[in-house]
């Protein structure tokens, strides 16, 4: 067995834990649909899912099996390469962005040295899966929904790169591992890109379509928007990439603003992943909050409020922040 | 007339002859036949040629008549005790509404059935509009000049005028109904959209419009609703209401069923309002009976309408903020009706349609223990109101959605027929439980809300607060019940008194016939309009001396609230349009009858 070399081994192992990751993310969005409910339930004064099995914890395997089972239907008047490959879209892009999130100091897919700039490549091209969605549905409110998406994206696209160049100045690079070494050497991001946090964490709910920026979906005015003519699996893709998105957008801050990996103030270091999780759950609980408590803006008040409020905080903490870094030179 | 200057409402005037000799004055006694009536307004005869004059006079009058209230037809061809009446196979009537006198007049117009034409009123009152169309679409009575008359509440396709007395009420009196391959086609074609049915451009000189089929499946359609909006990316440049969804022909059913069973299909006309549905009804039915209820009658009908009023506004307050995107409150607000309908459950044994009022009084007295249970809940809401308006009333959002939406002024409500809380949030303080007192609200202690901008967000604090003071109304019933009897003793109280049917055998055969044919009520017509959960709702029910109605004219708010949409909305924005629908609070059942 003389190909066995290390290099090799390195190669399988990292392929195993890719595929580890990888499984680990989808499973943690198909299962978030069971956690959502449970949770706004709570918050609504009622039950939720809780027949199937114990706390109803089978429910996201009976809905899986329904969703598998139900007839994959695509209208006759739709456009249907696109219409099949939007879902796609909606599922991967974010799923291959999760590639560049270290999870622990030894766990992560891929160590980019332009890791941020990934992210955000691929998050621009999520508005694809909207926008061929509602094109290729040829019906009118999936086509209205797709207008929506595609005007929010473009807006809040802008400042969700900005918001994050002030982390980019201070570390000195786009390479996550860096800006979680950075962070736990000096202090977490949280304290001094307070500002970058709050855009970057309105435009991630913004890139994700969750509540209160679903605009492109939102049900009481355009009926569930670009999704509106899609069933079975397909629409169970997009489902889950919501989920993902979520994931991804909490790791991300955790990752950014919270220090990856560490506890806070070094406490036991050993249980790094647990930190990464706990924190992640935290975020991904406040998505769940957002959406259980607040209404939602009109779509021309959401894009006044990026442009005009979000895009120019972004500015402000890029410059104070570049002064800064200046200044300590 | 705006909000700033408020109108100051005199007290009711029933039977106002005031313009009665104004009108003689103007168009000599001559013109006129009038009708003696038990519905609390004069009702004058026109003939047909000098209608509008006479219509444009009253809307021109010093303190002028500003709201068609209603207008409708009746069949007359069957009807027996018309002496003195004009010689008529139909007739139109016209009920007009005085703010500054507080007062109504009826002008009717006697049809032959040769010549059923009339002049339109969409001139003087645009919500004519509507009406006219149902009375075309129900009577086949057309108007000449009128804009759009088409179908409002049948199908396009359908056949016949069913109003009409020779025109079946039930469906075994058809023949067996059978789809052919043919008509199902043109029942397809029907179906298909053309811009200009609806009196719709398809585009101007450089763009070509989109039209969106909003219902009658959608969400936020509150019910089988359709509105065709011509959209602008968008903006909406138009929209055409459509409804007829939802019609049952509750007015057609009331020429059926006896005095006393008709009350269980009130019920149904407006499903959230409960026994309040009953209530105008019952006065209507007790006028022409000449019964006075008790006093306790009077305070038990009153506190379950505001029980009712009180789940109706807490849907309407969990689903508007829906509207608006919050999705939390509506799970509240329904536990809080639920609190209601246990003790309107305990009272009357049912939950949305106890049909609990009878004629002459309600079906049972209170039982044992209702007290503490009303006291329960009027503890119980005030405190969870209170959270609403922080948690969700006063969230900036909430307020950015709905401020300054679908707004309108008093001018335009009175015009359109608005009335209830979107009257009441442009400032105007018309409450018919303060300006005309029924079933002993003048007894009562409570405030009128208002507010001043008339938008959506105001239509939504009115209602609120209104829960406030159904609570106070409730509180008062709760502390002064009277002692006393739950029913009527009068002749016609239905279902009689029973008590001494054992001992005397005319009131056994009195007893008898009145349950098996139900009452038999004086030859009459009479009115009653209630401040109801939407809006004023009114019963004008005419008696021909029979056990069943002659004619039986639903008047419902949400009707008039649907027609204005287009006045309001033009301009706005898809989720304006939502936001507005929520706020008008309108079920399609009290729509389309």
């Known amino acids: 067995m003389s190909w066995f070399t290390p290099e090799v081994i390195a190669v399988i192992v990292g392929v195993l834990k890719a595929i580890v990751i990888l499984l680990a993310v989808v499973v ?23 027949r199937v099995g114990p706390f109803g914890m089978f429910q996201i395997a009976a809905d899986m099996l329904k969703m598998f089972f139900k007839e994959d239907w695509t209208p006759p008047f ?144 355009l009926a569930d928007g670009y999704h509106i003519e899609y069933a079975g699996m397909k629409w169970g893709m997009f489902f889950v990439g919501e989920y993902i998105g979520i994931v991804l957008i909490s790791a991300l801050l955790v990752t950014l603003f919270f220090g990856g990996w560490h506890g806070p103030f070094g406490i036991l270091p050993q249980l790094s992943f647990v930190w990464f999780a706990l924190k992640t759950c935290f975020f991904i609980m406040l998505f769940i909050l957002l959406r259980a408590s607040i209404p939602r803006p009109r779509y021309d008040q959401m894009m006044s409020f990026g442009w005009k409020f979000c895009l120019p905080l972004t500015l402000l903490n890029l410059l104070v922040t570049g002064a800064l870094v200046l200044a300590a030179q | 007339m705006t909000a700033d200057t408020a109108l100051a409402i005199p007290p009711y005037q029933a039977d106002d002859q005031d313009i009665v000799v104004e009108l003689q004055a103007r168009f000599g006694a001559d013109t006129f036949t009038l009708q003696p009536t038990r519905t609390g307004m004069p009702v004058l005869w026109v003939p047909r040629a000098r209608l ?112 009409r007395k020779d025109y079946p009420a039930r469906a075994t009196e058809f023949d067996p109904f059978s789809l052919s391959a043919a008509k199902q086609d043109l029942e397809q074609e029907a179906l298909r959209f053309k811009p200009e049915d609806w009196g719709m451009k398809r585009g101007s000189e450089h763009e070509d419009y989109m039209f969106l089929n909003l219902g009658p499946n959608h969400p936020s359609a509150h019910g089988a609703f359709r509105i065709i909006l011509q959209l602008d ?113 305990a009272i009357t044994g049912f939950r949305l349609h106890p049909a609990w009022y009878r004629i002459g009084g309600v079906a049972h007295d209170l039982p044992r223990g209702w007290d503490r249970l009303v006291k329960e809940f009027v503890d119980w809401l005030p405190k969870r109101l209170d959270e609403y308006e922080k948690a969700a009333l006063k969230n900036s959002i909430l307020i950015g959605r709905t401020k300054g939406v679908a707004q309108y002024n008093t001018k335009e409500a009175l015009e359109w027929g608005v009335t209830g809380a979107g009257l009441r949030a442009t400032g105007l303080d018309f409450d018919l439980r303060k300006a005309r007192p029924y079933s002993g609200y003048e007894n009562f202690e409570f405030e009128v809300p208002l507010a001043h901008s008339g938008d959506a967000y105001d239509r939504c604090l009115v209602r609120v607060e209104e829960m406030r003071q159904s609570i106070r109304i409730i509180d008062q019933c709760l502390r002064n019940m009277p002692e006393g009897p739950y ?48 809006g004023i709702n009114s019963y004008y029910l005419t008696s021909d001396g029979s056990t069943m109605s002659y004619r039986t004219r639903i008047r419902t708010p949400s009707f008039a609230h649907l027609q204005q949409i287009p006045a309001v909305i033009r301009g706005s924005m898809v989720p304006d349009l939502i936001a507005y629908l929520g706020s008008i609070d309108f079920v399609m059942a009290d729509v389309d009858r």
């Open chain 2, 487 to 534: 029913k009527a003793d009068h002749p016609l109280t239905t279902p009689p008194p029973k008590e001494r049917t054992l001992q005397h055998i005319e009131t056994l055969i009195t007893h008898f016939l009145q349950v098996s044919w139900g009452p038999v009520m004086p030859a009459n017509e009479s009115f009653q309009m209630i401040e109801a959960t939407k």
């Open chain 2, 233 to 345: 990316g968008e903006e909406i440049v138009d929209c055409v209401p459509e409804i007829g969804y939802h019609h049952r022909g509750a007015e057609k059913m009331a020429e059926r069923q006896s005095w006393h069973s008709f009350i269980p299909y009130t019920d149904r006309i407006d499903y959230l309002g409960g026994v309040m549905n009953n209530l105008p009804y019952v006065l209507a039915v007790e006028k022409l009976a000449g019964i006075k209820v008790p006093d306790r009658v009077d305070f038990i009908r009153v506190m379950l309408a505001e029980f009712f009023r009180i789940t109706s506004h807490l849907l309407f307050l969990g689903t508007y903020i829906q509207d608006v995107g919050a999705m939390t409150p509506v799970f509240f607000t329904f536990t809080d009706r639920q609190r209601a309908y246990q003790v309107i459950e």
């Open chain 2, 52 to 163: 509008i004059e006479v219509l444009s006079f009253l809307r021109q009058v010093s303190k002028p008549y500003v709201m068609l209230y209603d207008l409708h037809g009746v069949d007359e061809r069957l009807r027996t005790q018309r002496r003195g009446l004009p010689a008529a196979d139909f007739s139109v009537f016209y009920h007009l509404l005085s703010i500054e006198r507080n007062s109504d007049v009826m002008i009717k117009v006697a049809l032959r059935e040769g010549d059923l034409n009339v002049p339109t009123a969409t001139g003087i009152w645009p919500n004519a509009n509507w009406y006219e169309r149902e009375v075309w679409d129900l009577y086949g009575i057309t108007f000449a000049g009128h804009p759009h008359l088409t179908r409002l509440l049948m199908p396009p396709t359908w056949e016949g005028h069913p109003l």
């Open chain 1, 28 to 50: 943690c969005g198909a299962l978030l649909s069971f956690v959502e409910r449970r949770l706004l339930a709570l918050w609504q004064d009622r039950y939720g899912p809780n």
């Open chain 1, 78 to 221: 739709a456009d249907r390469l696109i219409f099949t490959l939007a879902p796609v879209v909606a599922m991967s892009a974010l799923l291959i962005a999760f590639a560049v999130i270290p999870i622990t100091e030894t766990w992560g897919v891929a160590d980019l040295n332009i890791g941020l700039l990934f992210f955000f490549a691929m998050a621009g091209l999520t508005v694809y899966a909207v926008l061929f969605a509602g094109w290729s549905s040829n019906n009118k409110f999936a086509l209205l929904g797709a207008l929506r998406a595609s005007a929010q994206t473009l807006s809040y696209e802008v400042f969700l790169g900005l918001s994050l160049m002030g982390i980019v100045a201070q570390v000195g690079s786009f390479n996550m591992r860096d800006i979680v070494d950075y962070q736990a050497q000096n202090l977490w991001f949280i304290i001094p890109q307070f500002l970058g946090f709050c855009t970057f964490f309105i435009a991630g709910v913004a890139v994700t379509h969750r509540h209160p920026f679903d605009q492109p979906e939102a049900e009481q005015e």
